[in-house]
């Protein structure tokens, strides 16, 4: 039989959480988690189709259509701002968005740090919009990894990053200032796909809402 | 002695050649090939200190000072627009950037694609600056990872995307139809630093051209 759901599952940090889920409903996608594994489509009884893609992929595939379910953090959800609809927290793969400076920085506040002063990011959206709310300007330095490394070289006061247990902050000598939001791991879908009538995909939906 | 020559490596496939180009000259970052290595900054005498970052990364911590020196690929200097001066090519990290599409795609030479057609790739400012410079409007889907599968599930026409063996292309049925730029490592530097009367930059600047 043919998949007639195809479901965009996140690798990295969200993923076996991820298929613990789906194999409560007898969705097993665990081919995904073993070491080996180089494919990136599997198929599983009865019509699922699982796509392995990057975490920032997954709000692209849904909003395309190419896969009618995702599973993705909230923090990817509002960097990427795509045309998805936001079905429910699952609860898992907490985190938060934070601003953090150098242990021993003058600016102890995100209200202390100087107008046009640098911040780096791997989250450049969230960040302007984060320092546009607050009214103050800076200068956005897009990074794409490592960006713990940018205060210590000396080249932005400032970053806003991902912080799960704090740990690599601590190692380089950071400390958090303020957190912009709290993330976790959220249920989206297509937004037509959800609408029409399609008796499979809200089933789907609602069991992996309340068999949490 | 503290390093006065910063010199930024790019994470990944020309990781190795780099470090091998350096050790050559009696700059040692090997240990930042250890497995184990979870360091981003080394020193290694005489003065020179080694940042390990993203190769994207690269040009941004060379554009903003922080590393007088880089070793990155063309790709990604085409790929960033960012004011860093070139000042050779190094011959190794050979690749290309190409279009392709599906073996059996009806489009098998780029002016065949129509106009807005979806094009999915991770270098979203080459592709749009070729199909500007083509006069072809395409819808750019931009992704981070496994751009081969957009073809596949039938969400593009075409990908733009960096080859190197083809061995990716091949495994997932899909043909270049054309090369838009070829790709080797390259060295760049600061503009101010490399202007300014630095005798040890110069000098390994030019070490590292000749001694190739």
């Known amino acids: 039989m043919d998949a007639h759901i195809t479901i965009a599952l996140p690798k990295g940090a969200l993923l076996k959480e991820t298929i613990i889920r789906l194999q409560a409903l007898g969705i097993d996608f665990s081919e995904f988690l073993e070491s080996q594994n180089r494919l990136l489509r599997l198929q599983s009884a009865p019509g699922y189709q699982g796509l392995l ?7 692209v595939y849904v909003a395309y259509g190419q896969a009618q379910v995702g599973i993705v953090g909230y923090d990817v959800l509002l960097e990427k701002q795509l045309p998805v609809a936001q079905i429910a927290d699952l609860n898992f793969g907490y985190c938060r968005m934070s601003v953090a400076v150098k242990r021993d920085s003058p600016y102890q ?3 202390d740090l100087p107008p046009h002063c640098r911040v780096a990011s791997k ?3 969230c960040a302007r919009r984060y320092f546009d709310e607050l009214g103050l300007p800076v200068e956005l330095i897009p990074l794409y990894g490592s960006v713990e490394l940018a ?5 932005s006061e400032a970053i806003v990053d991902l912080v799960s247990s704090g740990r690599t902050l601590k190692d380089n000598g950071l400390v958090e200032i303020h957190t912009i939001f709290e993330s976790t791991a959220r249920l989206i879908a297509h937004p037509l796909s959800y609408r029409l009538n399609h008796p499979e995909l809200h089933d789907l939906l609602t069991r992996l809402q309340t068999d949490i």
């Open 53 to 59: 893609v990057r975490a920032q992929d997954v709000p």
């Open 109 to 111: 506040t995100v209200r």
């Open 123 to 125: 989250f450049v959206a």
């Open 151 to 155: 205060p210590l070289l000396g080249m």
